[in-house]
């Protein structure tokens, strides 16, 4: 298939040359017999000056390119095949060129006039150059370039960019080709994930429906986040401070202020005093001595009553008016 665009540039190189005495519309016609075998148009120094030549009827947008690898141009490389996407879904959606607008690429080497008449010293240069005659043509025949600062465009960007310059008249669609071995490689990897799956489902279902699992990361989860986790990652607040006398403070005042440590602290609290009440109302009843009953509820239930101590007096450091206290943190 490269013997289309190589036939087509010495077409052009051929056609260019009696380009001076033909009008815009002879100008036109052979170009766009061209087109129809490659687009976008392969340009030399001579089939260039063609195509843009005035008066134009028509509009041509061209990349001066260098995709020589001595000239290290990657940004050239890149551009190159959404350059020839824009192009081909282009000429295929208007195939009766209703827009009037052809796609060429100058290479440096076989323009280098065309770069130095231009004064170009990098590459790619995307250039617009709208019709000087006829319905949509413009007052000034000086070519528009696009910027390419921010690196190399998708082809919908182009796309857009060209279609604000053509009011009036037809803007075809980028219509990118399925990506086959992308769609291939997802279902490999779906069909193996669902394969792994079924085959260990019998180990994996009993730990997915194990009620004690849920429930253990369910109780970190109701931890982590009415311990003020959460404020933690919000705030970026430091892990411990310092109380003014050379060592460190554990809790700091006012409920708008936290420590890291402190978080850790209050959720050990909250978690020791859950699995006292999860003992007290689980496992305790299902003792069968009545004795050994009796010693759990009041082990677990003294647990409860020092913790609940500690932490109310955790909530008096953070609030000095908190009027509630237990003993023995009175």
């Given at each position: 298939m490269r013997f289309l665009p190589l036939l087509a540039s010495a077409s052009a190189l051929v056609a260019s040359a009696f380009a001076?005495?033909?009008s815009t519309e002879e100008r036109f016609i052979k170009f766009n017999r061209l087109a129809r075998l490659s687009s976008p148009l392969q340009l030399n120094d001579?089939?260039?000056?063609?195509?843009?030549s005035t008066p134009r009827d028509y509009s041509v947008a061209i990349v001066l390119t260098a995709q020589d690898a001595r000239f290290g141009c990657q940004l050239c490389r890149d551009f190159k095949p959404e350059w020839e996407l824009i192009a081909q879904s282009w000429a295929r959606g208007d195939k009766q060129q209703e827009s009037r607008l052809f796609f060429g690429v100058l290479d440096f080497t076989e323009g280098r006039e065309t770069f130095l008449s231009l004064g170009l010293q990098t590459a790619p240069v995307l250039m617009f150059?709208?019709?000087t005659?006829?319905?949509?043509?413009?007052?000034?025949?000086?070519?528009?370039?696009?910027?390419?600062?921010?690196?190399?465009?998708?082809?919908?960007q182009v796309r857009n960019w060209l279609a604000r310059h053509l009011p009036g008249r037809p803007h075809p669609e980028i219509k990118r080709p399925i990506n086959w071995l992308k769609w291939a490689s997802l279902f490999t990897f779906v069909a193996g994930a669902v394969t792994a799956m079924i085959s260990a489902s019998p180990y994996i279902l009993p730990i997915i429906q194990n009620r004690n699992l849920w429930a253990a990361g369910s109780m970190i989860a109701i931890l982590l986040f009415i311990s003020g986790h959460m404020f933690n990652h919000i705030r970026k607040v430091p892990y411990v401070?310092?109380?003014?006398?050379?060592?460190?403070?554990?809790?700091?005042?006012?409920?708008?202020n936290q420590l890291g440590l402190e978080v850790q602290i209050v959720a050990a609290i909250y978690g020791i005093l859950s699995f006292c009440t999860i003992a007290l109302a689980t496992k305790v009843p299902r003792m069968t001595s009545p004795k050994s009953q009796s010693v759990a509820v009041l082990v677990w239930g003294a647990a409860m009553f020092f913790i609940y101590s500690f932490l109310l007096s955790v909530f008096r450091v953070k609030n000095s008016s908190y009027p509630f206290s237990l003993p023995p943190f009175m």
């Open positions: 001076a005495e033909q001579v089939s260039y000056k063609s195509l843009t150059f709208p019709p005659t006829g319905p949509h043509a413009v007052a000034s025949a000086e070519p528009i370039r696009y910027d390419f600062t921010t690196g190399p465009p998708a082809a919908e401070a310092g109380d003014g006398k050379g060592g460190i403070t554990y809790f700091t005042g006012g409920f708008q």
